[in-house]
Each structure stands twice: as C-alpha cells, then as structure tokens.
C-alpha cells in the first residue's frame, strides 16, 4: 500500500507533506476535543432545564413570589459557573492542543485538512521532478496529489503568501500515460 503523503517542490525549494502516521494524534485530539465540548453542552443543556424548571411560565395576570427571587439567584450562581467551567475547559483544550505532544505535524510543518504540509521556500536549490521525487521519498512522503478543491485552494493559497513561488511540482505525470497521479489515479 503506498504511503497517503504528498511532498510539493517548487524553483525556490521542497514541500513536503508528511505521511498520515500521525493521524492517531489527531485522532485523539479531536476526541478530547468534542468530549470537552460535549460536557461543556451537557453543562449548558442541564442549566437550562433547571432554570426552566425553576421559572415555570406563568400565566398573565399572576404576580411573582419572593421564593422566585432565590430561584433566580440560584439560576445566576450556576449560570455563572456554567461560564467559568466553560473557560477552564477552553484553555486546558487551548494548552492540550499547543503541546508539543499533541502537535498534529512536526515542527516547522502546516496542517491542513489530514495532511501536514512542509514549506522550505528558498531553501532548497532548484530541482527537476524526478530529484523532487526522490526527495519526498527519502521522508516517507510523495509529490502531492491534489485530491480535491479545498486541497487545491490551501497549496495555491500558500503559493499567494510566498510569492517567490513561481511554480511548483506535483504528483501528476505523463511518464506512464498521460494525466495519471504518481499513485495511478486519472487527473481531476
């Protein structure tokens, strides 16, 4: 099975997308992540039943007790740790998820979409497709094959913020046939 990683070279220097064995970090991540979520919900969820609970909708023309005040004093003290819960869960997954443990791609690479991208503008020399090949290959990784739109738009976005980019290489080729990817599917 071939490795589902992509490397991009460009006239100023080598792209390289890492291969997807991190991908139970991030795995991992995204489930601490929607747990947080998920409890902080839950949280919201309960609070609102029992403020709801605690304020039935009266009809018109009936007056509030003095018993309402403390229920509605009640209801602003858990609504208040509601909101402290809240941040703490937000900046412990804000610390989990700058730690260089739980770092979706090594350092100096970007992320985007499942994939970790390597951006070495201007320090690389120049490079034909074939040494940009074997490049890749040496970091268990591959010329990039563009899958989808979004992947297209993210690597023609990098392309705008390094302008020395005049170009770049891929893994589409007409060594074999003509408008194949490197791993043998038919162009876009």
């Not at 998920?38 to 509030?64: K, N, R, W």
């Given at each position: 099975?071939?490795?589902?990683?992509?490397?991009?070279?460009?006239?100023?220097?080598?792209?390289?997308?890492?291969?997807?064995?991190?991908?139970?970090?991030?795995?991992?991540?995204?489930?601490?992540?929607?747990?947080?979520?998920?409890?902080?919900?839950?949280e919201?969820?309960?609070?609102?039943?029992?403020?709801?609970?605690?304020?039935?909708?009266?009809?018109?023309?009936?007056?509030?007790?003095?018993?309402?005040?403390?229920?509605?004093?009640?209801?602003?003290?858990?609504?208040?740790?509601?909101?402290?819960?809240?941040?703490?869960?937000?900046?412990l997954l804000?610390?989990?998820?700058?730690?260089?443990?739980?770092?979706?791609?090594?350092?100096?690479?970007?992320?985007?979409?499942?994939?970790?991208?390597?951006?070495?503008?201007?320090?690389?020399?120049?490079r034909?497709?074939?040494?940009?090949?074997?490049?890749?290959?040496?970091?268990?990784?591959?010329?990039?094959?563009?899958?989808?739109?979004?992947?297209?738009?993210?690597i023609?976005g990098?392309?705008?913020?390094?302008?020395?980019?005049?170009?770049?290489w891929?893994?589409?080729?007409?060594?074999?046939?003509?408008?194949?990817?490197i791993?043998?599917?038919?162009?876009?």
């Amino acid at each position: 099975m071939e490795p589902l990683s992509a490397c991009l070279e460009n006239n100023d220097g080598i792209h390289v997308q890492a291969g997807r064995d991190d991908t139970h970090r991030f795995r991992l991540l995204r489930r601490v992540a929607i747990l947080l979520l998920c409890l902080v919900l839950a949280e919201g969820l309960l609070l609102a039943l029992a403020v709801s609970s605690m304020f039935p909708v009266a009809a018109p023309g009936l007056e509030q007790t003095a018993g309402d005040d403390g229920k509605a004093t009640e209801a602003m003290e858990l609504m208040s740790q509601c909101q402290a819960d809240l941040r703490t869960m937000s900046l412990l997954l804000l610390n989990i998820s700058q730690d260089a443990r739980c770092q979706l791609c090594p350092e100096k690479w970007l992320w985007s979409w499942g994939s970790c991208y390597f951006f070495s503008v201007g320090l690389e020399d120049d490079r034909k497709w074939d040494e940009s090949m074997e490049f890749c290959e040496e970091y268990n990784a591959s010329l990039a094959v563009i899958g989808d739109h979004r992947e297209m738009e993210f690597i023609q976005g990098k392309m705008r913020v390094y302008q020395q980019m005049e170009f770049l290489w891929v893994g589409l080729t007409d060594s074999l046939k003509e408008g194949h990817w490197i791993g043998g599917a038919v162009e876009h």
